[in-house]
């Protein structure tokens, strides 16, 4: 263990002072392209690739009985997210990529599940007013929280707050649904609702209630569209200093110093009859999923030479019907999250991030807690566009054993 540290920090000096050392160009904007001469019609690209080497000791033996190496290798995300106006009445976006692709999922030829492009973003928008819009299609539009909301452009965690992500596979394609949004604002307050399809195969495509047992995330497929095939989502913020763009959905996890932000936001996520409970006679009865959420975001400069604060805290209230719980990541209970970080000042365009995180989930399953706590170094040689993070975390669920990982990641997005 010791050495595997020791190779990973050293790992990360030594990428990061022969980075420096080439400097780093200004981004300018990104990749895009004009379609007239002014600008206002034109197409964007942006492309970012997230690798990860991961080091975890309590991987459990895999399907043959064999143990698991304690280093991973995989390729966390690689996207392309592209966006258009010709017409400053409507825009299209479309979004694909993969995830989480390693040893264990690659496929020999390339052709396997896990190695297959799919869409995250389809979606098309119209302007109603200024600060007004209406869309649809496959959309991240998402209720509940900012922590829901989160881009994976610019975390300042290595990743995301999974339980924030509260409907990932279950109610929606990968944090995805199907459906109409309206967002805007009026000031200072921003909103986005959605009203959605769930989806019929999801994460319990096989599973039914046991009679008086917890309940199944499967009202949708068991009751049918009629009854269960909605779900219905917002998030509302109000910008007390400097207001973000509401442009697109993805929320920044870190401006690093470039803005003054303060906002104070609340969300829900409503689905009739989502969950389906048995009584003792076996007779089915829908449970309504209900995901309530408050939080507060903070990011600013601190003095003048460079350095800043980002923080962040969230209160989430789940309920997915009588003790639901689903691989110790969905749970009817309680989250409460948050999580810090500190830009140290320099006039250099490399800067250092350390940051700290905390999770207390109650789960009504277990009638027990679960904690996670991680500490973490960002290292950004230019902005969050070529970025370098280490990390430690630890999970302690219930009664179980803690189960630590150190991950090591390279980023670039342009």
């Known amino acids: 263990m010791r050495k595997l540290t020791l190779l990973l920090v050293g790992l990360f000096l030594v990428t990061f002072q022969y980075t420096n050392a080439q400097g780093a160009p200004d981004y300018n904007g990104g990749m895009k392209v004009k379609l007239n001469e002014d600008g206002s019609k034109y197409f964007r690209i942006i492309s970012w690739a ?23 290798f995989s390729l966390r995300r690689a996207r392309v997210l592209m966006y258009a106006q010709i017409n400053k009445r409507f825009l299209i976006l479309t979004h694909f990529g993969l995830n989480s692709l390693n040893g264990d999922n690659l496929s020999p030829t390339g052709k396997g599940d896990s190695s297959q492009l799919f869409f995250h973003d389809v979606w098309g928008q119209f302007t109603l007013t200024k600060d007004h819009a209406i869309g649809g299609g496959l959309h991240y539009w998402n209720g509940i929280s900012r ?14 707050q999974r339980q924030s992500w509260a409907t990932i596979g279950l109610s929606d394609q990968f944090a995805r649904h199907i459906g109409v949004y309206l967002k805007g604002k009026f000031d200072r307050f921003q909103y986005r609702v959605a009203i959605n399809d769930a989806v019929t195969n999801n994460l319990q495509e096989s599973a039914t209630p046991t009679p008086g047992g917890a309940a199944v995330y499967a009202g949708r497929r068991l009751l049918g569209s009629k009854d269960a095939g909605r779900t219905y989502a917002g998030y509302f913020d109000y910008h007390f200093l400097d207001q973000e763009s509401n442009f697109l959905p993805y929320k920044v996890g ?7 932000v303060f906002n104070v936001g609340a969300g829900f996520f409503f689905h009739p009859k989502g969950s389906v409970i ?8 829908g449970e309504d999923v209900s995901i309530y959420a408050v939080d507060a975001f903070y990011d600013a400069p601190i003095g003048g030479k460079g350095a800043a604060i980002t923080a962040y805290a969230l209160a989430q209230f789940n309920d997915y019907g009588k003790d639901y719980t689903l691989g110790r990541t969905y749970e009817t209970g309680s989250l409460l999250h948050g999580h810090v970080g500190y830009l140290f000042a320099t006039e ?5 991030q350390p940051y700290v995180q905390f999770d207390s989930r109650q789960i009504d399953a277990i009638d027990d807690n679960a904690t996670s706590f991680g500490v973490g170094i960002n290292t950004y040689l230019s902005g969050h566009h070529s ?28």
């Open 50 to 72: 997230q690798i990860w080497a991961q080091h975890n000791s309590d991987r459990p033996l895999d399907a043959n009985g064999n143990e698991q190496s304690d280093l991973n």
């Open 147 to 160: 922590a829901n909301n989160q881009s994976t452009l610019n975390m300042l965690t290595l990743d995301n």
């Open 254 to 260: 870190s401006y690093l110093g470039g803005k003054k």
């Open 278 to 285: 048995a009584n003792s006679a076996g007779e089915l009865a």
């Open 348 to 352: 250099k365009a490399t800067k250092f």
């Open 387 to 414: 970025k370098l993070s280490l990390e430690y975390f630890n999970t302690k669920y219930g009664n179980a054993d803690a189960v630590s990982t150190i991950t090591l990641q390279a980023m670039i997005y342009l």
